[in-house]
């Protein structure tokens, strides 16, 4: 039981987190790119704050999956390498944190291109 009740937290503040960004497109007249960097910047303000953690703690995958996460996982990346290595952390820390991440979605993202064969709309 409590494994379902983590997917379900997961689920559930996940699809908040989406839903609150599909409000901002649509009631606003902010791009997606913009609300993009919003959201990332939110995650690392929290981090910051010390919020990000035990919110993340709780809401599982629900929270280091969206944009979100990612946001709080370059910032402490960040931290840690400055902690470890000085002033140059500060331009390293947060790729050697994404690297697997953005890895793996340049590869898959490559992967589809070749299956799915794309093109121009028009």
Not at 17 to 43: H, N
Request: with cysteine; glycine share 14%.
């Amino acid at each position: 039981m409590d494994t379902f009740l983590a997917y379900l937290r997961a689920f559930l503040v996940g699809g908040a987190i989406c839903a609150m960004a599909q409000v901002l497109i649509d009631k606003t007249k902010l791009t997606p790119a913009r609300i993009l960097t919003i959201l990332v910047v939110l995650g690392v303000i929290l981090g910051a704050l010390g919020v990000y953690e035990p919110f993340a703690q709780w809401a599982g995958s629900g929270a280091t999956v969206p944009l979100l996460g990612f946001g709080n996982l370059i910032a402490r990346g960040v931290r840690e390498a400055v902690e470890k290595s000085g002033l140059i952390g500060a331009f390293t820390g947060g790729f050697t944190a994404a690297a697997g991440g953005l890895a793996a979605a340049v590869f898959f993202g490559f992967l589809v291109a070749l299956i799915c064969r794309p093109h121009e709309k028009g």
